[in-house]
């Protein structure tokens, strides 16, 4: 008899009038049946609402049919705004119909700072997004042997194959240009303090295209934790500088409200007074006045690159990567020129 309402193979065995093993063969195709027991079995535990327990499958086939996904959230879960950013939403959204098209679980980890929270509910995979240095989430994989794929380069290796990247490089010089071509000479960029490899792809880069074409270099760091009052401050050490900058490139989403904010207390328009770029696409871009021109990264893109890329790590097939997603910009009003 089923216990609290559950149906057990056992229960399916019974109505099926075989044993126990001939429902487990027939449902895991395996073993020799005939096909009209197979189908008579399977018939059987469809119609008493039978599903097998992924745990106790997945030790004996090691396979639960379970992917993490591990997004890059603070210690304080609560006031980490990861949760909130448009990006990161749909990266998830993407990735969560991805496994569910294969029928997989998908499983969302909290920030743990040891590998306990992954004991009790297994996985076959996992896919960590914005690997930093030293990232205690790679680090609790490879203990547990987790099999993982990252979105964004890790630093320590960025020629890992196991990888989905962004363009970071070129995106940043694309902004330039566009913002160059608006006539702007003079642009700053608000570099955030991540150990990220984006972050260092897009200091590179701003780096690179401001002495090829002779321009001052204006960065101001800002950290993440606190992402308004940094940007918010870096903005006004930016303006107090001397020379009013002709536009700023915001290297993080998350940098808008602080930056537009700081713009509006000293009396700055956009883009009257200076011209105002994102390198990455979301609703607080979107949602500005005026909307700002960004980066879309093509979160769902990568999602689905990176489901095809862990499954192929767990089917034990070769490296093809990294893969590398284009972005497209979004030109709105807040870099036109009027």
Request: glycine share 8%; hydrophobic share 40%.
């Amino acid at each position: 008899m089923a216990i609290a309402g559950r149906t057990t193979i056992r229960d399916v065995a019974a109505a099926a009038g075989v044993s126990p093993t001939t429902v487990s063969h027939a449902l895991n195709g395996k073993g020799r049946l005939d096909p009209r027991t197979r189908a008579r079995i399977q018939r059987t535990a469809e119609r008493l609402g039978y599903q097998a327990n992924r745990i106790a499958r997945g030790l004996r086939s090691g396979r639960y049919g379970v992917q993490a996904l591990w997004l890059p959230i603070e210690q304080d879960a609560a006031s980490s705004d990861a949760l909130m950013l448009d990006y990161y939403m749909r990266l998830a959204s993407a990735m969560t119909k991805a496994f569910f098209a294969r029928g997989d679980v998908v499983m969302l980890i909290p920030p743990v700072g040891s590998t306990g929270m992954l004991v009790p509910l297994p996985a076959d995979g996992a896919i960590v997004v914005d690997p930093y240095v030293d990232d205690p989430r790679l680090a609790a994989l490879r203990r547990l042997g987790v099999p993982s794929v990252t979105i964004e380069r890790n630093p320590i290796d960025p020629e890992d194959p196991w990888c989905v990247a962004s363009d970071t490089g070129h995106h940043i010089e694309t902004l330039l240009e566009h913002l160059a071509s608006e006539g702007a000479e003079r642009i700053a960029l608000l570099l955030p303090e991540s150990m990220g490899a984006w972050s260092r792809e897009e200091r590179d880069a701003y780096r690179t295209w401001s002495k090829e074409h002779g321009c001052e270099r204006l960065t101001r760091p800002v950290p993440m934790h606190d992402p308004f009052e940094g940007a918010r401050c870096a903005v006004r050490t930016l303006l107090r500088s001397g020379s009013l900058p002709e536009a700023i490139v915001i290297g993080a989403e998350r940098f808008v409200p602080g930056t537009m904010s700081a713009l509006a207390e000293v009396g700055l328009a956009v883009p009257d007074d200076v011209l105002v770029a994102v390198a990455v696409d979301g609703n607080l871009a979107r949602s500005s006045a005026p909307p700002l021109t960004a980066v879309d990264l093509q979160p769902e893109q990568q999602a689905l690159a990176a489901a095809e890329l862990l499954w192929n790590r767990l089917d034990g097939e070769e490296p093809r990567g990294p893969w590398t997603v284009p972005g497209i910009l979004r030109v709105r009003g807040s870099s036109h020129r009027p």
